[in-house]
């Protein structure tokens, strides 16, 4: 083994195949999870060479990704909707954030999850924070991930830079293409760059035919900028994406638009041993999507098209200080959140209907977080305190619709819809210092969570469920408590120059969890208005979102080998079970078991990978969301890079090299009647294809 591939070993560079943990970046390897996508290293002390991760291109979807780690799966409700699992968790229960902003999803089907808005030619790296995510990154239930944009940062040596980190890639399996990147210039007290990135992509392939519906488009464009100057460093971020027309086979509709705008304006300044930082950031999503303009249309009396819109503004102030032989960060941050959703028919100007009608939400927080040493320990410790509040207006309907929508409606008009709520957060990580190539490590955590708006105002049947595209229909509950998650995980890290291996088990104790349960005791019996109507809306056991107790636990792993010679042996395994305590019964869209291998030959100046990802059947399902059980199966992949040159890399690989029919246990029940698919049949996964990436940084 050459010196080259200990230090790279150790810096991750040549760890990328299984976009495998970069050791030597972060804070600290004990906390997170370092994914290097494509270009610009992270941190240049430990890394010069252009290193684009050599996985598979699978599309511009970075959770394709983070499905990739340990604990990561992914959930499929579209090509550019996919949402990040972690350790059986999903959805706004994971705090995730675009370059460090969090902001709130406008669909009420998470069409546009966070992630919707990080186009994988755009990110540098996903930095996923390993088990729970710290209390200063704000509330989340549990764990979290960022990610990362590309960047000109400011130069090192006092001379003027030019530089560019660029991504053009396609796949043949759906035509795509997906190309962006950023360019600028920076001086020692000054960055600027532009971003963009557009990404085109028809309808997906496997080996029975068509998957319809899952053509798409995206576009992004914005700009970077920075100044250090005598009052400290001062920052602003803006960015524009316009979604257009993209296919969610397992929701009864499709995206027509996102128009979303991102701004953000930054401050931090050093007195002394003190650091000052502070944020402004705002978000506004406007969307539309409909059932009949990317799938077989209805009949025009059922034609829908809705409007959803978000906005969030928010702010963040902390200080930093050595405190207690270590550094204490405190902080205040908060956000307004705005939803606004209208159903309209186009058909029939008298038809429209306010499902969510104008909810705000706001939160205002503080929090208090040590790291430092504490006996032979490294330490974390953390607590936060929020104060949630939360309201929705009234509710409208036009002409056209009937009496029980009505009824309703005015009920809950009639209701009391503000309340506020107080979360408390608590996170305490102990790890050792590296000796002998072993870290051992520990977390108890206390974690809360509000409930969504969907679920809590939620007053007419219909399929918004928040993204879980199970088919039910779902009712809200003025009442709902927050949950709160008991979280115990230990586990070790280890390496040395010729292997690594990084196991954690975990489990989760959730109180409050909230899902669906049966809408009243007599299943299926049409006797509430609530009933009837979700019976004419194709649904006669209606669910309502309700309070519950669950439990998740597992283990998961990653590691490798470095043979002598060139070859090198990466692989992950995760297992997660999610289960209710309350009744007897599974959580719902859980990873089954996977395991992921992949054989690399690693030369100078390329390497090539043969991968096998070997899944489990999935019977461990939820009775109460009829979630039908999966098939395991195996894929097998092939794929390799090569440095053409100082900062010219290209990978290039075929997916499903056997072209298997399987199906992906996360995506969803196709609803669309295009394509090669039956109606109400899971999803399969792409079939065979190739991909070529070039990256282009300096
Ligand atoms: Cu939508």
Redesign the pocket.
């Known amino acids: 083994m050459s010196t080259r591939s200990i230090a790279s070993l150790l810096a991750g560079a040549s760890l990328t195949a299984l976009a495998a943990p970069v050791f030597a970046e972060g804070p600290d390897p004990a906390l997170q999870d370092v994914i290097i996508v494509t270009g610009t290293p992270i941190n240049p002390a430990t890394e010069t060479r252009v290193t684009p991760e050599a996985g598979p291109l699978q599309g511009g979807d970075v959770t394709y990704l983070s499905a990739r780690t340990p604990g990561g799966a992914r959930i499929g409700n579209g090509e550019l909707s996919g949402q990040m699992q972690y350790r059986g968790l999903f959805g706004e229960r994971l705090n995730l954030r675009v370059d460090g902003q969090r902001f709130a999803s406008g669909?009420?089907?998470l069409?546009d999850p966070v992630f919707h808005y990080a186009p994988a030619p755009l990110v540098s790296a996903v930095v996923i924070d390993r088990g729970v995510s710290p209390v200063s990154e704000g509330p989340g239930l549990a764990g979290g991930a960022d990610a990362v944009f590309k960047r000109i940062d400011y130069a090192q040596d006092g001379e003027t830079r030019f530089g560019y980190d660029l991504t053009l890639g396609g796949r043949s399996v759906n035509d795509s293409v997906s190309t962006g990147g950023v360019m600028g210039a920076s001086g020692e007290a000054w960055r600027f760059n532009l971003l963009g990135a557009w990404e085109e992509g028809a309808d997906t392939e496997f080996g029975d035919g068509v998957i319809g519906g899952t053509a798409f488009e995206r576009g992004v464009f914005g700009l970077s900028a920075g100044a250090r100057t005598d009052l400290g460093e001062f920052t602003l971020d803006l960015r524009r994406q316009n979604t257009g027309p993209s296919g969610n086979p397992p929701f009864p509709?499709d995206?027509r638009y996102f128009d979303t705008d991102f701004a953000r304006l930054g401050y931090s300044r050093d007195f002394g041993e003190m650091r000052l930082e502070a944020r402004a950031h705002y978000t506004d999503v406007a969307?539309l999507?409909d059932n009949f303009s990317l799938r077989p249309a209805p009949m025009p009396m059922r034609q829908r098209a809705?409007f959803?819109d978000a906005t969030t503004r928010g702010g963040e102030l902390s200080v930093s200080f050595p405190a207690l032989g270590g550094d204490l960060e405190l902080g205040i941050d908060g956000e307004v959140v705005e939803h606004d959703v209208t159903i309209t028919n186009p058909n029939n100007s008298d038809f429209f209907v306010t499902p969510f009608p104008d909810v705000e939400t706001e939160r205002f927080g503080g929090f208090a977080e040590w790291t430092g040493k504490a006996g032979p320990f490294n330490t974390q410790l953390g607590l936060r305190l929020d104060r949630n509040g939360f309201d929705a207006g009234e509710a409208s309907l036009g002409p056209a619709l009937p009496m029980g929508p009505r009824r309703l409606a005015s009920a809950f008009n009639g209701a009391d819809r503000s309340g506020d709520d107080t979360t408390f957060d608590a996170v305490a990580r102990v790890w050792t210092p590296e000796r002998h190539g072993f870290s051992w490590r520990a977390t108890l955590a206390r974690k809360q969570n509000m409930p969504g708006y969907i679920q809590r105002y939620g007053w007419l049947p219909i399929k918004a469920s928040g993204g879980l595209a199970d088919g039910n229909i779902y009712i809200g509950d003025l009442s709902l408590d927050p949950e709160t998650a008991w979280i115990a995980e230990a586990g070790l890290d280890y390496a040395s120059t010729k292997a690594y291996l990084r196991p954690t088990a975990f489990v989760r104790q959730i109180d409050d969890y909230i899902q669906g349960v049966p809408f009243d005791a007599t299943v299926g019996v049409a006797d509430t208005p609530v009933e009837m109507i979700a019976g004419m809306n194709g649904d006669p056991t209606p669910l309502r979102w309700a309070n519950v107790d669950a439990r998740l636990y597992g283990f998961d792993v990653d590691g490798g080998y470095d043979f002598a010679g060139p070859l090198r042996l990466d692989g992950v395994f995760s297992y997660v079970r999610g289960e209710r305590r309350d009744i007897d019964d599974n959580l719902y869209r859980i990873a089954p078991p996977n395991l992921t291998v992949g054989l690399t030959w690693e030369a100078d100046v390329w390497s090539a990978t043969f991968e096998t990802r070997a899944v489990a059947d999935q019977d461990e399902v939820s009775l109460t969301n009829s979630e039908e059980a999966t098939d395991g199966h195996v894929v097998l992949s092939a794929y390799g890079e090569w440095d053409v040159r100082e900062s010219v890399t290209l990978a290039a690989g075929v997916e499903n090299l056997l072209d298997e029919v399987y199906l992906e246990h996360l995506a969803g029940y196709n609803r669309n009647g295009f394509g090669d698919v039956p109606i109400g049949e899971r999803i399969p996964g792409a079939g065979r294809g190739v991909f070529v990436r070039l990256s282009l940084a300096r």
Do not use: C, F, S
Request: no cysteine.
């Open positions: 669909g009420p089907n069409m509709m995206i969307h999507m809705t959803a």
